[in-house]
């Protein structure tokens, strides 16, 4: 059930993907330099974030938990992808809509990523300790 349960949630990001790639598309205004950037950013930043999502696995929760340390893939170099790419990829969209008050919702999203991130590392740190401590040493974020 647990693989069923994964697959799924997989699916539903990929939807989700889908969707937003759709609002995207059918938004107004011109494709100029700074839509066109967007879209990159949007496009490269969501494919990071479910290579991340997909590489950490099983280990995947919405609150910190310590089930397992992922030091592969991208998590060989960034300890929280995720949350890199998806910022990439909403200020990929911020770009794509040109609505200034978009960036503060990006200030506000970035706020709360590190204090996620700080919350998880402690708890990796205090299940894992020095292999843990090693890992942040040669990572970044």
């Known amino acids: 059930m647990n693989d069923l349960r994964f697959y799924l949630i997989i699916g539903a990001q990929g939807l989700a993907a889908i ?3 759709a609002f995207v598309w059918v938004w107004p205004g011109p494709w100029d330099a700074q839509r066109l950037l967007g879209s990159s950013l949007l496009v490269i930043g ?7 999502r997909f590489q950490l696995g099983r280990s995947f929760s919405v609150t910190p938990q ?6 592969h893939g991208l998590y060989s170099k960034i300890r929280n992808p995720i949350y890199i790419f998806g910022t990439i990829a909403i200020a990929g969209l911020c770009l794509i809509l040109q609505k200034p008050a978009m960036w503060l919702f990006l200030l506000a999203i970035v706020a709360m990523q590190t204090v996620r991130a700080r919350r998880e590392a402690r708890v990796l740190e205090a299940k894992f300790g020095d292999d843990y401590r090693s890992y942040r040493s040669r990572t970044w974020f």
Do not use: K, P, S
């Open 46 to 52: 969501l494919l990071l974030v479910f290579i991340a």
């Open 19 to 21: 969707a937003l790639f």
């Open 66 to 71: 310590a089930l397992e340390l992922v030091t």
